[in-house]
């Protein structure tokens, strides 16, 4: 059983196409990121997945159960934290809590305190008059209190600040200790970088690449010194990308081992210097949707 | 279930309480003065002829003031109230992002759709119970037979009617998600349903067509007089039924609503001065006015839009119905008619007074001053007044906001006296320009002077509510005072307190302008401005 499993996701608004035909597994106990810039698809997937919006045609099915027939039950095994996070801004933090554990039907009490204190979350002040940032912390223990077998995050981490925020991730490696799963949609990359096992680029209504978060840091970049200026063309060697050349200094993304980048280049120039180090995903982000556009 | 529409109902508590009160207040006021009331000419009057001015067989002609403050008042306000409730329920909740939160819950969307029916139900049977317990406490302390008087009945039927109408938003804001969309057509079927229930059965031509306009079902019968019709109870009552179901159904089949609301960011990107003063993207940037008047738009079409066609087709209708009204301007007191916001209905001008200037023109003004500065509240409440202040000064920003509001009520008021004068025309009836230029000048300087109270109030406070209860409390304390020291002349000297006393008394459509009244209206409104600019700018910012 997939923790979420999307076949072939269409959805339309009016003649505009949103999602192209969306294929998505996540696996039961990881942490699965989303990435993918403003309308890309990201929040319409997982809207889909909330069934807050129906799918055009494909299908949608969280923890083996059908996203929209079976939706009562998909939803109290869920938690979910929306992008732009809405609560009622007369209700104190706790109330809002209690209010929607009594609409849930269960909550664990001892993990809400157990929360609050390692975010820092102040539930005795009306949500109304609360910061983004601590509304936001209300927003993450609604989405963890009653234990989710899957927590959908839509932007977690908007507002929190950096001592909140590794708080948060460490929660988030718990709960997938836990057995349980976290999809994570994000602009943070460093965020996704730092805690997920796999992720997921979307572009334009299309997923253009699902990858483990290991394969795509073994991508570097390096860099070449050679002993005069060097022919683009003796550098197109397998497993580079993005060559760029400036006098006798050669910069490029390279995916595979350096052995045989260094044995073809230094059979046409002398190599007087080289460096190489792992590319963060920002750069490999970046570079995705260099190549698509 | 309990839990959500006990969690939809608390909030709107503070205004079940101002409803009831407000029109219990009243009420008791009417039936205190009432006491003062010379009814030698009511008690000649013929009993059927009583009976139609609401006085049921047996009572006390005080009787009477149930007709005015519950029968009409607490009707229009139960059935605005339930408006507000229908459209906030689903539509509202909506747009406002909480609704995903509850339907991220393992709970059906036919669930939470048929409690917040429930919400809306129990609000109006509050309502409906509060208003009867009113009519009974009212007459207590006062020697008073209420006979006939059918109270119980006169608030089922106001309640079903008031359901009735807030099903009409509630199922339009379930289908759609649009809360301007069902606030605004529930609306038109309240006011254009009570004028066309009063207007269509004078003319013989056009009496039939009443029984097709839900506001008849309920004012026709004439519950507090002759009791509970059942068949037109039970169109009330079926008719939000299949209202409620068709938008339960329409709710769970469809998409909820993808639009955000607007980012801060696309607000500031609207506002900031480029350096040529052409947006990017748009075209011309749109200035801080046209962005407040803009969020108006829907508002101004349908005020706009009623004031047209009643304008337009009171006028051939008058000259349709003048022997009729003629009539009954002979047979009953003048009083009756004043207390409706009407004079002389036997003469042109005083029949478009009572149908659009006596309550509906100046509601339409009103609700458009009154939302622009309950929108400065709720810019405030709800954090965006911090990044608009980034770009500009609080005192523009007032400024904008007051600007906003002389540009609709200055335009609604010169819509509704281009379309009298066009109905007039049509109707050949005999009203000079001049008149009703003064009509309306007098109509936009009432909506000016209820609008600034209301910004000084957005001001003061920072909340929508506040600026909301503050102009609607202004306008219907003040339209009662005047309704009540008309039907008693001891307390005549009184009505200079109310705003409603210098826009109607001088009869401005019947006599032109009487500048006097006009520029103290207008003056009141320069005052309550320039109190709000520095209350505005020295106090801290609520959020």
């Known amino acids: ?293 | 279930m309990t839990t959500l529409w006990l969690r939809d109902l608390r909030p709107r508590i503070v205004g079940i309480v101002a409803v009831v009160t407000s029109i219990f207040v009243f009420t008791l006021i009417a039936m205190w003065m009432s006491q003062s009331m010379d009814k030698s000419i009511y008690e000649a009057l013929p009993e059927a002829m009583l009976t139609m001015t609401g006085v049921p067989s047996g009572a006390s002609i005080e009787v009477m003031a149930y007709s005015q403050m519950i029968a009409f008042l607490g009707a229009l306000t139960a059935a605005g109230y339930a408006v507000a409730v229908g459209t906030g329920v689903v539509a509202g909740q909506e747009r406002a992002r909480l609704l995903q939160v509850t339907l991220a819950q393992p709970l059906s969307r036919s669930r939470v759709a048929a409690t917040k029916a429930v919400t809306l139900v129990v609000v109006v049977a509050i309502i409906s119970a509060g208003l009867w317990a009113t009519s009974l406490l009212a007459a207590a302390p006062f020697d008073i037979r209420l006979g006939d008087s059918h109270l119980v009945a006169l608030a089922v039927a106001l309640g079903a009617n008031a359901l009735f109408c807030g099903a009409v938003a509630f199922a339009i804001g379930a289908a759609t998600g649009n809360p301007s969309l069902a606030g605004n057509v529930a609306s038109i079927v309240v006011v254009v349903g009570w004028l066309l229930a009063g207007l269509l059965p004078s003319w013989s031509k056009t009496a039939d067509f009443v029984d097709y306009i839900p506001w008849s079902w309920y004012s026709k019968p004439q519950v507090l007089v002759n009791g509970l019709d059942g068949g037109r109870l039970a169109l009330l009552l079926g008719g939000s039924a299949v209202l409620i179901a068709v938008g339960i159904a329409c709710f769970v089949r469809r998409d909820l609503t993808t639009i955000a609301p607007r980012s801060l960011a696309d607000r500031l990107a609207a506002l900031m001065p480029t350096r040529s003063g052409v947006s990017r993207k748009n075209g011309r940037t749109p200035s801080l006015l046209g962005l407040t008047l803009s969020r108006r738009g829907g508002l101004l079409v349908t005020v706009a839009s009623i004031m047209s066609g009643m304008g337009i087709l009171l006028g051939p209708m008058y000259e349709q119905m003048a022997p009729q009204v003629a009539s009954l301007s002979t047979t009953m007191p003048k009083e009756i008619f004043e207390m409706w916001g009407a004079g002389d209905m036997s003469t042109p001008a005083g029949f478009y007074w009572g149908e659009m200037f006596g309550l509906l023109g100046p509601a339409a003004v009103i609700a458009l001053g009154v939302a622009v500065a309950a929108g400065m509240g709720a810019d405030e409440q709800e954090r965006r007044l911090r990044s608009v202040l980034a770009v500009t000064t609080r005192a523009r920003l007032a400024a904008v906001h007051v600007g906003a509001q002389v540009a609709l009520v200055v335009g609604a008021a010169a819509v509704t006296g281009l379309a009298l004068w066009c109905g007039a025309a049509l109707g050949k009836l005999d009203l000079p320009a001049g008149n009703i230029l003064g009509a309306s000048v007098h109509l936009a300087a009432l909506g000016l002077f209820v609008s600034a109270t209301a910004l000084l109030a957005a001001a003061v406070a920072g909340s929508s509510s506040a600026a909301t209860w503050t102009g609607v409390g202004v306008a219907v304390i003040g339209y009662g005072i005047d309704v009540a020291v008309k039907m008693v002349s001891k307390y005549a000297d009184w009505g200079v307190v109310s705003p409603f006393h210098w826009y109607g008394s001088s009869q401005p459509l019947a006599n032109g302008a009487d500048w006097a009244h006009v520029a103290v209206l207008v003056a009141g409104a320069v005052a309550f401005w320039a109190a709000a600019f520095p209350l505005f700018q020295r106090r801290d910012l609520t959020a």
């Open chain 1, 1 to 293: 059983m997939k923790a979420i499993e999307t076949s072939n996701l269409v959805k339309r608004f009016g003649h505009f196409t949103a999602l192209k035909g969306i294929d998505l597994e996540v696996r039961v106990g990881e942490i699965f990121g989303f990435l993918g810039p403003n309308g890309a698809g990201k929040s319409t997937t997982i809207r889909i997945l909330l069934d807050e919006i129906r799918a055009t045609s494909g299908s949608a099915a969280i923890l083996g159960l059908d996203s929209r027939r079976d939706a009562v039950a998909v939803h109290a095994q869920l938690g979910y934290l929306p992008s732009d996070l809405a609560l009622y801004p007369k209700l104190t933090g706790r109330e809002t809590l209690r209010f929607l554990a009594k609409l849930r039907g269960k909550a664990d009490w001892q993990l809400v305190d157990d929360l609050a204190n390692r975010l820092d979350a102040n539930l005795d002040k009306r949500v109304g008059e609360l910061s983004s940032g601590n509304r936001q912390k209300v927003g993450l223990i609604a989405c963890l209190m009653h234990r989710p077998e899957l927590a959908i995050m839509d932007e977690p981490n908007a507002g929190l600040d950096p001592l909140v925020q590794h708080e948060f991730h460490t929660l988030l490696k718990e709960v997938a200790a836990d057995g349980r799963t976290v999809f994570l949609s994000s602009h943070t990359l460093s965020e996704v970088q730092r805690v997920a096992d796999r992720v997921a680029i979307i572009r334009r209504g299309e997923l253009v690449a699902v990858e483990n978060v290991a394969d795509l840091r073994s991508m570097r970049q390096v860099e070449l010194v050679l002993d005069r200026t060097p022919d683009i063309a003796d550098l197109n060697v397998r497993g580079a990308h993005d060559v760029v050349v400036q006098d006798n200094r050669a910069t490029m993304n390279f995916d595979g081992d350096l052995g045989p980048l260094l044995t073809a280049v230094g059979s046409h120039y002398q190599i007087v210097d080289v460096s190489a180090h792992d590319a963060d995903l920002e750069d490999v982000f970046l570079q995705f949707y260099e190549e698509q556009r």
